[in-house]
């Protein structure tokens, strides 16, 4: 296990910290990590997100899924800047997803589409990729509008990830897969138990928001424990990074 810190993407003025926890891949390691976790993204529909991520803030607040909601508490709102994903963390997944040109993309929890704008510029920039990504909450259609900015053959599916194979081939393999929906322990282990048949031999799944809990944080520890993945670090104790190969 180690730490160090790097310049964020996209001039981000506070470093990303990287803790690695596992660095046994014969094609991985800290260099070409911070490689790319560095790089600015150069694709110009990239400018599209800034202008929808805009665009979205004149949206009146939405009900909370009932599937978040607190017990015994009042209905909770949300809205599209709360949910969404910043710049910097955007370019992050994007700059991940290109470093293994990945061309079929999964997400679990679109939000309103930000994130999932990320994915499908990186997965159409590979050349005939898709992004298909999955939204339990009736904003799964805002997710949509915003995926089609960018690339209008990746789908946002209103419904549960649990559901992602049957829109996949039998032979299908998943180059990169984001985990951003329930924040607790066993919701994202069956959703990472779910993945790994379905994942590349070089692929690479990213595990969102481990400073939510502490059964955050364990559900990440348990993926890594299964030793799937090669090499393995925390980004600015926010996002959990497994890669294969």
Not at 164 to 179: K, N, R, Y
């Given at each position: 296990?180690?730490?160090?810190?790097?310049t964020a993407p996209a001039g981000k003025p506070s470093p990303l910290k990287v803790t690695y926890l596992r660095e046994n891949s014969a094609s991985w390691d800290r260099?070409?990590?911070r490689k790319h976790l560095a790089a600015v993204p150069n694709n110009p529909v990239l400018a599209e997100i800034a202008h929808r991520r805009n665009a979205l803030r004149y949206l009146a607040p939405h009900p909370l899924?009932?599937?978040?909601?607190?017990?015994?508490r009042s209905p909770a709102r949300v809205t599209p800047d709360l949910l969404a994903i910043s710049p910097a963390y955007g370019a992050v997944l994007?700059?991940?997803?290109?470093?293994?040109?990945?061309?079929?993309?999964?997400?679990?929890g679109a939000g309103f589409g930000i994130s999932s704008m990320y994915l499908a510029a990186a997965a159409r920039q590979a050349g005939g990729g898709m992004l298909l990504s999955f939204e339990i909450s009736e904003y799964a259609a805002h997710a949509q509008a915003s995926v089609n900015l960018v690339d209008p053959g990746s789908q946002v599916i209103r419904g549960s990830f649990a559901g992602?194979?049957?829109?996949?081939?039998?032979?299908?393999?998943?180059?990169?897969?984001?985990?951003d929906s329930m924040?607790?322990?066993?919701?994202?282990?069956?959703?990472?138990?779910?993945?790994i048949g379905w994942m590349a031999p070089q692929s690479i799944i990213v595990v969102d928001d481990l400073s939510y809990s502490d059964s955050a944080r364990e559900g990440f520890r348990s993926m890594m424990r299964?030793?799937?993945h090669d090499f393995v670090a925390i980004v600015n104790n926010r996002f959990g990074v497994l890669v294969r190969g």
């Open positions: 296990m180690g730490d160090d810190s790097m260099s070409r990590f899924h009932q599937s978040y909601q607190a017990p015994n994007f700059n991940l997803a290109r470093s293994i040109e990945a061309r079929l993309i999964l997400e679990d992602f194979p049957a829109h996949l081939s039998g032979t299908a393999q998943v180059d990169f897969a984001f985990i924040h607790d322990k066993d919701s994202m282990l069956r959703s990472f138990k779910s993945l299964m030793g799937h």
